[in-house]
Each structure stands twice: as structure tokens, then as C-alpha cells.
């Protein structure tokens, strides 16, 4: 078999890597478009080069001593989609891109903080990204960041044509703004295309269909793939459809409609040691579930007290002690999850095994909201999470029974929206 087939939750948001920050749409960059370096596999503290010939380092010359600089030598003889050349000039135009967009809702976040977007020179690149040659880079950070590298592996610094975007408008960046001619197109040089003209299809809502691409740098004979840490054979068709009803997804994986199903813990027992199917369980993920407070609330009315309601760190700390970890673990996670030290998740760089956490304490919840000045007054604000996805759902329900009962004053209302 040739095709894989998936059922999942949620559909993908857009498809330009300047402004994509879902996992729906991450689904479909990391396989259809790559960046200079990636991770080894499973292996969360190891990274590869991909488009870069090799991983900079000082030992090579590829990091300055001062830990400012980082030179990349970009693969020679890889091909986009289309079958033209990739080389430094879309290396340079991609980063660039992301950087001068500096989409609110997407990933330039992370590469902002360290990479300037001045342009002194008028050439509409930032100075902080210098083509050398025609297979060479160079990035100036403001200042020594070792999340450089592994920011890097974000789809955020994913490579695209420069030719295509210019063909289709998106040649010259706009600050905040998308460029709509490519939401719902990739050209990248992934080992999968998702285009129309390529044999794939995005039918919104629906599903992703993708085929793999002949021409790829890597290969895909056995021998190839062996070479690379692959198994032999390949899947030639990828198959993505979306839906948010989870008994559904249940009888499409068991009637063998789908090779792969999103399964949440509650319905594990539905399918575990049934005939022709595998579940994997005890596996470990950099998945982190949390509950994230808006600090500038656009068109608050009707949805939260003010817009910068949750700026007030008492009443964030009042929810922190209101919320029932364990219950969650035990109940909704059905015992498959733990809960972290800090927003960092185990296995990453920067993870702190002994940073804090917050306990189920709604003494202390109840002090925090006072201290907060809301006790006696109260509050209603609406949370919401992504239809279909129950884990969540619960997660907010949990919440809400603890705040609700601890000061019948309190309103929390939740609420489904159809996002990844």
C-alpha cells in the first residue's frame, strides 16, 4: 500500500509559513516545504542539516567565537516543486519575508527578538540576513542566542520560491498583512506537494490530499532511503481529512476507512485489541496542554469584563490555583500526561526539571481574587477552545465548575469555535 489515509480534528488555517502557528497547518508545511536544519528524527536535542550543506558550529567556522554570527552553506542541487533551483537568493527572500511581515498571528515572534529587520541600505532585506555567495548566508543576531538553531527547524523559517511568489504578487512583503494568493498553495522543496497542478487538493474543511514529490533531493529508492535513516518503501499519497466527531473517527479506524485516527483517551478502550489495529501507548510527546490569558482583548464586549482583564496577575494566579491538575490528568488524560515545570516542554532546550508549578489550592484561589479586587464584584468572560477537540473542552469545563462554585459571582462561559 502505497496511500496513507488520516482522520483528525481541525482544518489548516493558511498555508503561508509567514503566518501559520496551528497544527493543522504545520501538518501540511513540514511535508511540503523544509528549512535550512531540522531535528534528527525523534531526537529533540539533536539537529541536521536539511537545506544547509552542514550544522553551523564554532568548531567549523559556521558560529563567530562572540556567538553573533552564523554562516549556513546552502545545499547545491535541490529543486522546488516546480523543478527550478533553490539557492541563496530564496534562502535570503524567505527569512527576510517572514521577518518584514511579522505576521501578529504567526511565528516572527521568535525570530525578532534576535534577528533586526533594520534596513539601512534601502534594499528591502533586512541587514540582519546577508546572502555571501550564491550558496552561502549569513545572519547577524543582536545578541548570543543558542534558540537560534533550533528556531531555525521552525516551519516559521520554512524555504520558499522566490520566483513563484514574485509570479503570483507576493514578490515585496507588507508588514502585518498576508499574501492571499499562496493561503492555499505550497512550493517548496518537501518530499510531498499539495498543489492542484502537482496532483494535490485542499478542499476547506474537508480534507488535504498530497503527492509525493518524484524529484526530491533525498531520494526515494530503498537504498536512499536507508541511507538516510528511513525504512524501505514509501508512502506515495497522504490523505488528510478532518473531523471533529470523535465516535466518527472511532468507526472509520475501526471499519478500516483510515489508517491513522486522532483518538482521545476516554475512547482508548474502543479500539485497543481490536483486530488489525495498533495503539501505541506511553509514548512520549512534546505536546503541552494549557489555558492561555489574553493580556489586549479586541471587541472585549460581551466576552470579558475589559480588554486587559487578564493582565492583572492575581486574578491569572486566582485560575492557576482554581484549576484541578491531578483530576485533569487522572480524569481527562486518563492518566497519560503529567504536569510540567514552566512552559517548556521536557526534552527541549531550555526545560527546567526543577522550575515551579502551581498545586489545586482554592484557598489560595480565592485569596488571589481578592487581592485582585473581583471577589465581591464578580466577572463573566467567555473561553473558548477548538470544536472537536474534547481534551480541551474538558479542560475548560473543569475550570469553570471550580470558579463557578467557589464564588457563585464568577461566570466563566465556554465556548467551541472551529479553529485548528
Not at 494568493?181 to 518530499?191: A, F, L, R, S
Not at 466577572?379 to 457563585?408: C, H, I, K, M
Request: glycine share 10%.
Amino acid at each position: 500500500p502505497d496511500v496513507l489515509t488520516s482522520v483528525s480534528i481541525g482544518d489548516p488555517v493558511t498555508l503561508d509559513p509567514a503566518e501559520a502557528y496551528d497544527s493543522a497547518s504545520g501538518a501540511i508545511l513540514t511535508n511540503t516545504y523544509e528549512t535550512l536544519v531540522f531535528y534528527d528524527r525523534e531526537q529533540t536535542n539533536k539537529l541536521i542539516p536539511i537545506l544547509a550543506e552542514e550544522l553551523p558550529t564554532v568548531a567549523n567556522g559556521g558560529i563567530s567565537q562572540d556567538g553573533l554570527t552564523y554562516t549556513f552553506k546552502i545545499r547545491q542541487g535541490v529543486t522546488f516543486h516546480d523543478g527550478s533551483p533553490m539557492d541563496a537568493d530564496d534562502v535570503v527572500f524567505s527569512l527576510n519575508r517572514m521577518l518584514i511581515i511579522d505576521h501578529p498571528s504567526g511565528p516572527a515572534w521568535m525570530y525578532t527578538e534576535i534577528l533586526d529587520k533594520t534596513d539601512a541600505d534601502g534594499d528591502g532585506i533586512a541587514d540582519s540576513i546577508v546572502k555571501i555567495d550564491q550558496y552561502t548566508v549569513q545572519f547577524q543576531l543582536n545578541q548570543s542566542a543558542p534558540r537560534f538553531l533550533p528556531i531555525m527547524a521552525y516551519n516559521g523559517a520554512s524555504i520558499l520560491s522566490e520566483q513563484w511568489l514574485t509570479s503570483l504578487g507576493c514578490g515585496v512583503p507588507v508588514p502585518g498583512q498576508e499574501c492571499v494568493p499562496i493561503t492555499d498553495k505550497v512550493m517548496g522543496t518537501g518530499p510531498y506537494m499539495m498543489n492542484e497542478d502537482y496532483g494535490g487538493k485542499w478542499v476547506r474543511e474537508q480534507y488535504v490530499l498530497m503527492q509525493y514529490y518524484p524529484d526530491y533531493w533525498r531520494g526515494w529508492s530503498d537504498s536512499q532511503r536507508l541511507s538516510n535513516g528511513a525504512v524501505s518503501g514509501f508512502i506515495k499519497t497522504v490523505y488528510l481529512k478532518k473531523n471533529n466527531d470523535q465516535p466518527s473517527r472511532v468507526l472509520e479506524l475501526l471499519s478500516g476507512k483510515t489508517d491513522f485516527a486522532y483518538v482521545e483517551p476516554s475512547f482508548r478502550e474502543q479500539v485497543r485489541g481490536q483486530p488489525g489495529i495498533d495503539y501505541e501507548e506511553g509514548l512520549k510527546s512534546l505536546s503541552m496542554g494549557f489555558i492561555g490569558f489574553n493580556h489586549d482583548i479586541a471587541n472585549y464586549e460581551g466576552t470579558a469584563p475589559s480588554s486587559d482583564f487578564f493582565t492583572n496577575v492575581d486574578i491569572r494566579k486566582g485560575f492557576c490555583y482554581a484549576f484541578d491538575y491531578d483530576s485533569y490528568i487522572n480524569n481527562v488524560l486518563d492518566g497519560f500526561g503529567f504536569q510540567p515545570k514552566g512552559p517548556i516542554p521536557e526534552g527541549l532546550l531550555g526545560y527546567d526539571s526543577k522550575g515551579p508549578s502551581y498545586s489545586y489550592n482554592l484557598d489560595m484561589a480565592e485569596s488571589h481574587f481578592r487581592d485582585a479586587g473581583v471577589w465581591e464584584s464578580g466577572f463573566t468572560f467567555t473561553a473558548y477552545y477548538n470544536s472537536g477537540n474534547d481534551v480541551r473542552l474538558n479542560a475548560l469545563l473543569l475550570l469553570e465548575n471550580a470558579v463557578e462554585n467557589l464564588n457563585p459571582k464568577f461566570n466563566m462561559e465556554v465556548q467551541g469555535l472551529e479553529w485548528p
